[in-house]
């Protein structure tokens, strides 16, 4: 590798856009910070890796991520504390999750080394675009591209590995309303439903604008063999309350390994909570929606956060979901703040310090 931390070089920007933006309302991820960090793979190896002005690239029309859709992201987020501080949430994951979805694309994997070192120095150079208080934090996209020219289809040899921020709030301002999926799948077994592969979004876009239509925000995907299991929104990763038991479906190559999720899981098990990680059938949840045990279902994942689901939708009956006065979605979303914002301890040694003072 002829790259190494010390060799990121950083351009600031001339002028700030800081003081042009309306933090009190930001549409989730239109809004980026200052500075974006960018690495290229050429040769066998990353490298010439610099954190520059956020602005336009000059990619050739020919190059493979236009023509095969060669690209993995994540998303990621930084609070900030009342001191000040600014704290990643579980990046490691990220980290690690972007490497497995890399190599399902036939990508090269990342150094970890340079991950890290890309993430201090582009959030302590945009700390400023940090908003502190309850709701606001950084939402940060690594994503990797193939931008080697040619339409031969095969592997890309040239990629270029990049990291933006922007400054968000919530990304579902209401509760959210969801359909049940019976027609389209988002993903197969052996496929690529496990990474964070840019189609695995954009083929959602068609069902979920029917969705849409019809007045809610998300599909819950079922299994693409039978559409007979609950499976993930997309978005999020999902949680069934029934009687006072959480149910959410076990990770597969179908089913995206949430960060959100696995901390859910976590705080579930601290508080006492029985879960069930198993698969959940819809006749399952349609009985227990007509026989009352049925009290929540919410979404978890990082833009997201915890999403509370307020009806859904099956066969075209509509069933709504009363709201509880104990709500496990409230709950967990306090106690993740808690730990997101280094407002309590953090047990589980989730908070990673990024700006300190
Ligand atoms: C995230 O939660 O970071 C996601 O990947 C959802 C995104 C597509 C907005």
């Known amino acids: 590798m002829n790259t190494s931390i010390e060799h990121i070089s950083i351009e600031k920007v001339q002028q700030s856009r800081l ?53 993995v992201f994540e998303g990621m987020k930084a609070y900030k504390d009342d001191a000040g501080d600014v704290f990643l949430f579980r990046p490691e994951e990220n980290f690690e999750r972007i490497n497995k979805s890399s190599k399902r694309m036939a990508i090269p994997e990342f150094p970890k080394e340079i991950f890290f070192e890309a993430l201090h120095k582009l959030i302590n150079l945009d700390k400023d675009w940090v908003q502190g208080g309850d709701g606001n934090s950084l939402y940060i996209r690594p994503f990797v591209m193939a931008t080697q020219v040619g339409v031969s289809a095969s592997p890309s040899d040239e990629y270029k590995f990049m990291i933006l921020c922007c400054p968000v709030k919530a990304y579902y301002t209401g509760d959210v309303r969801v359909v049940i999926a019976q027609e389209f799948s988002r ?47 997309g978005t999020m990763n999902v949680f069934f309350r029934i009687g006072d038991k959480l149910i959410t479906a076990p990770t597969s190559d179908r089913i995206l390994d949430g960060v959100t999720r696995k901390s859910v899981l976590a705080l579930a098990e601290r508080a006492g ?36 689901v307020s009806a859904f939708s099956y066969d075209e009956t509509v069933y709504d979901i009363e709201k509880q006065s104990d709500s496990y979605a409230a709950r967990f979303k306090k106690e993740l703040k808690e730990i997101q914002y280094n407002i309590q301890e953090d047990p589980f040694g989730w908070r990673y310090p990024v700006v300190t003072h």
């Open 273 to 308: 909570i029985p879960v069930e990680v198993r698969k959940l059938a819809v006749t399952e949840l349609l009985e227990a929606a007509k026989n009352g045990s049925l009290k929540e279902i919410f979404g978890s994942g990082t833009a997201a956060v915890i999403s509370p």
């Open 187 to 233: 993903s197969a077994d052996g496929g690529v439903g496990a990474a964070k592969a840019a189609g695995n979004y954009g083929a959602q876009f068609y069902p979920t604008n029917l969705a849409r239509e019809k007045g809610f925000q998300q599909v819950v995907w079922t299994d693409s063999n039978e559409h007979k299991y609950l499976e993930e929104a």
């Open 19 to 71: 003081s042009e933006v309306d933090f009190d309302n930001l549409t989730f991820g239109n809004t980026f910070t200052d500075h974006m960090f960018v690495c290229d793979y050429k040769d066998g190896v990353w490298q010439d890796a610099k954190i520059v002005p956020y602005g336009p690239l000059t990619i050739s029309p020919a190059a493979k991520v236009f023509h095969y859709g060669q690209a």
